[in-house]
């Protein structure tokens, strides 16, 4: 039988990683947009070689799974920055905590998506936009940031809350290499009690509520937005 208390006792539990499990997939989302504005740029411009390698990062992503590509970043990235450091003359041992390859593993991954996103909301902006602009007078700088970026937003910010959900959700692997998030208190919560069920109960229903929570609110920004 499913112990209400135990589910009670597990969800105060949960709570006390959700501020940590907020903040990292909010760090994650922004540097994944900076990778990601980055990507679509080289895309739209076709620089050479650059753009080569980004169509191989892509189609990288999109074949691998997510924990796949944790696990690598796991267990290459510390070598890779000794080797790194070893050509630069630095030697000593190099070790990355989890938590550093959580955020570099995630941010690589979630660009890709954030560069199709971006790359989707400058194609939508008419492209006689940017002919006004260099008519009135704008450089190429003053035209981004004052006539196509304000569109562009428009159409890209409700997909940059969908991903944050998507992030807070998929940080759910943390575990995997030692970082408690909100699946991995639940885990510890079952080891403690014994109540594997109540716990993943409690998992769920706080995934839901913060789902719930701030889907409501962006749809709230998103609205302020529209009408901006």
């Known amino acids: ?82 080797s790194a450091l070893g050509l630069l003359g630095v030697s000593g041992t190099v070790t990355v905590s989890p938590f550093a390859v959580l955020v570099v593993a995630y941010s690589l991954y979630a660009a890709v998506g954030q560069s199709e996103n971006l790359r989707g909301a400058f194609v939508s902006v008419e492209p006689g936009q940017w002919d006004a602009s260099y008519a009135v007078g704008f450089t190429g700088w003053q035209a981004m940031r004052r006539i196509i970026l304000p569109q562009a937003l428009v159409v890209a910010v409700p997909v940059f809350f969908n991903s944050y959900l998507t992030i807070i959700k998929g940080l759910s692997l943390a575990f995997t290499i030692g970082v408690t998030d909100i699946l991995a208190q639940a885990k510890l919560c079952s080891a403690a009690n014994y109540s594997y069920l109540e716990a993943y109960i409690s998992a769920a229903l706080v995934y839901w509520g913060l789902c719930g929570a701030l889907g409501f609110v962006f749809r709230k920004i998103e609205k302020v937005l529209t009408k901006w």
């Open 1 to 82: 039988m499913i112990k209400a208390a135990v589910i009670w006792e597990d969800i105060r539990a949960i709570l006390t990683v959700v501020p940590f499990t907020l903040g990292t997939a909010f760090f994650i989302l922004c540097a994944a947009i900076l990778l990601g504005l980055l990507i679509a740029v080289i895309r739209l411009n076709n620089v050479p070689v650059a753009k080569q390698l980004a169509h191989v990062f892509i189609h990288y992503t999109r074949g691998i799974p997510l924990i796949i590509h944790l696990y690598l970043a796991y267990y290459a990235l510390p070598p890779l920055l000794q």
